[in-house]
């Protein structure tokens, strides 16, 4: 389980430079609300969107997991059933809630605050 991890890290640290910009390289909320909200809308293209969209979403709520950082005796509860999903959605509330503004934070931050809130642990 480690060494998937490991390699799921190292792969996804690989691809980053592909992500930078014109705003530090950080990728964006913006960024990952496209392929999140296109695999409910397109037809053509909707499950690639829906792998990168999911993928996002496992591989950062699994490092939150790894790290101590959600689960039993933390702030933060993923759901334990259809989590790429429930996150996926919660996500697009959470940035469309204040989209001028929270379009234009990193993906992280904006994961980070989804969780956070929708996901808090004793709700």
């Not at 930078?20 to 960024?31: D, L």
């Not at 996150?87 to 904006?110: E, G, I, N, S």
Request: hydrophobic content about 45%; charged content about 20%; aromatic content about 8%.
């Amino acid at each position: 389980m480690r060494s998937i991890l490991t390699i799921t890290v190292s792969a996804l640290l690989l691809a980053a430079p592909a992500y930078a910009g014109s705003h530090g390289g950080a990728y964006m909320a913006e960024e990952l609300m496209s392929p999140c909200q296109e695999a409910d809308n397109d037809a053509r293209w909707g499950e690639a969107a829906e792998t990168e969209c999911e993928q996002y979403i496992i591989g950062f709520v699994d490092a939150l997991k790894a790290t101590g950082m959600a689960g039993e005796g933390t702030k933060i509860c993923p759901p334990e059933l259809n989590t790429a999903d429930e996150v996926r959605w919660a996500f697009l509330r959470w940035v469309h809630a204040d989209y001028t503004a929270r379009k234009k934070m990193p993906a992280a931050d904006a994961m980070m605050g989804t969780l956070s809130e929708a996901f808090a642990c004793g709700q």
